[in-house]
């Protein structure tokens, strides 16, 4: 599944098995160990990044921050990629929990 998100054109989410590779490899340390919640700007970047970087190989986390400030704000980005997240985790999104209660 993709989620779409606008900065400079409409650019798609994606945390498949590659995305969360390319994040414990750059953050050097488990996905199941990233604290979300505490998450330095340059971490963030670097998961926006790998969630992006499938349909645009030249991305950089660099570009990534550039595209957020020119295009978007740090609320909107998130949001999409926590979506994104929660579906590649198999968990489901705020709609689905909120359908739920």
């Known amino acids: 599944m993709y989620t779409p998100i606008q900065l ?7 945390y498949g098995m590659k995305a969360m590779h390319l994040i414990e ?3 050097k340390k488990p996905i199941s160990k990233i604290d979300f919640d505490n998450l330095t700007m340059g ?3 670097t ?8 349909e645009d190989p030249k991305l950089t986390p660099e570009k990534v921050m550039d595209l957020v400030d020119e295009y978007s ?3 909107e980005v998130t949001k999409a990629m926590d ?4 579906y590649a985790m198999g968990e489901p999104d ?5 359908e739920k209660n």
């Open 8 to 14: 400079d054109k409409v650019r798609n989410f994606r």
């Open 25 to 27: 490899q750059k953050l």
């Open 43 to 45: 971490d963030l970047a």
């Open 47 to 54: 998961i926006l990044w790998a969630g992006l970087v499938h």
């Open 73 to 75: 704000s740090l609320v």
């Open 83 to 86: 979506e994104a997240f929660r």
């Open 94 to 98: 705020e709609e689905g929990k909120e």
